[in-house]
């Protein structure tokens, strides 16, 4: 079965620090380009982190650069969302979504509207607050 799951969602204090996992079944998630993207209550989807298939590249949203980090463990059909000094602001579900890359990763994570959102897992809660 095609599928990815999400996990490590949770109800953190504001600095404190979560890790989000992503695995994949069913298929090579390193032959594709993988985001993670939020959704707070109310608000469009924001693309939070991506990273590029083969050389890895990353990106990464104003709001979260120095603080959050993805990376991917191939072997293991992975990747991960380490998150630092979490704010309140970063309340949300969180999705791994898997795309083929059509521009840079940079613009790719720029743009929602270009990865398949509705398509893939149901995501994990990241709750920040006091």
């Known amino acids: 079965q095609v599928q990815v799951v999400e996990s490590g969602g949770d109800l953190v204090q504001p600095g404190g620090s979560l890790r989000l996992s992503c695995a994949a079944s069913g298929f090579t998630l390193d032959r594709f380009f993988t985001g993670w993207f939020r959704q707070a209550p109310g608000k469009e989807y924001e693309g939070v982190a991506c990273i590029e298939n083969g050389d890895g590249n990353t990106a990464y949203a104003d709001s979260v650069k120095g603080r959050f980090a993805i990376s991917r463990d191939i072997p293991k059909n992975t990747v991960y969302l380490q998150m630092n000094n979490l704010k309140p602001e970063d309340t949300g579900v969180y999705y791994c979504?898997?795309?083929?890359?059509?521009?840079?990763?940079?613009?790719?994570?720029?743009?929602?509207?270009?990865?398949?959102?509705?398509?893939w897992g149901k995501g994990t809660q990241v709750t920040v607050s006091s």
């Open positions: 979504v898997p795309a083929s890359p059509s521009t840079t990763v940079q613009n790719m994570c720029l743009n929602p509207q270009l990865w398949p959102l509705d398509a």
